[in-house]
């Protein structure tokens, strides 16, 4: 059964980075792609973007261009997330997943999500 | 990319049904047959309930339905259950990224 296994939480300061890591398993890594979702506390989701594993093509969300940046591990299977520039706003749960249709563009829905990541950005 | 239109909150009591809406535009859910729905109960991932409009994934309840007419897509859970106390998200592919709605607080009267 496919599973999405993410790293701990964290805790940032303004203006840091942070890497969120995403191991998955059950399935075959290289076919298909990950895809990222944020929730900001007591808030709705909101796509952030896609990465091929295959090909590690990426698609970003336009709101993010710049400052997040996609990438795989085929050798283990892992996905990561990487944040630059934190600010307050930025303060969620961050969530890789998974499955459904998908293009060029990324999943068109998702199926299978990891436990998700809380990342704090506080001074 | 503005997120879709559902309500905040909607109730009903075991045994009733509700319906939940999702309103966005042609260049979303009325452009696409892509709409999605998630179930996400506090602390916990959301889960995949409905896809391509009205299609159950393997294990969903077929309490559990789907429909769109023009920009507006609907969730209808039928006999309300306890377990179905959550929020629930609507989501639709757009061109090329997906948007979700702002999610709509269900309570189990």
């Known amino acids: 059964q496919v599973q999405l296994v993410q790293s701990g939480a964290e805790v940032k300061k303004p203006g840091a980075s942070v890497k969120v890591s995403c191991k998955a398993s059950?399935?075959?890594?290289?076919?298909?792609?990950i895809s990222w979702v944020r929730q900001a506390p007591g808030q709705g989701l909101e796509w952030m973007g896609w990465?091929?594993?295959?090909?590690?093509?990426?698609n970003y969300a336009q709101k993010l261009q710049g400052r997040v940046t996609m990438t795989t591990d085929t050798s283990t299977s892992t996905a990561y997330m990487e944040l630059r520039s934190l600010r307050s706003d930025d303060t969620a749960v961050y969530y890789c997943?998974?499955?459904?249709?998908?293009?060029?563009?990324?999943?068109?829905?998702?199926?299978?999500w990891g436990q998700g990541t809380l990342v704090t950005v506080s001074s | 990319q503005s997120a879709l239109t559902q309500p905040p909150s909607a109730s009903g009591s075991p045994g009733q049904s509700v319906t939940i809406s999702c309103t966005g535009t042609?260049?979303?859910?009325?452009?696409?047959?892509?709409v999605s729905w998630y179930q996400q109960h506090p602390g916990k991932a959301p889960k995949l309930m409905i896809y391509?409009?009205?299609k159950r994934p393997s294990g969903v309840p077929d309490r559990f339905s789907g429909s769109k007419s023009g920009n507006t897509a609907s969730l209808t859970v039928s006999g309300l259950q306890a377990e179905d106390e959550a929020d629930y998200y609507c989501s639709s592919y757009a061109g090329s990224f997906v948007v979700f709605g702002g999610g709509t607080k269900l309570t189990v009267l």
């Open positions: 391509e409009v009205s």
């Open positions: 059950g399935y075959t890594f290289t076919s298909y792609g």
């Open positions: 997943a998974m499955g459904g249709y998908y293009d060029s563009s990324g999943y068109y829905y998702f199926q299978h």
């Open positions: 990465i091929s594993a295959y090909n590690g093509n990426t």
């Open positions: 042609s260049s979303d859910v009325g452009g696409y047959n892509y």
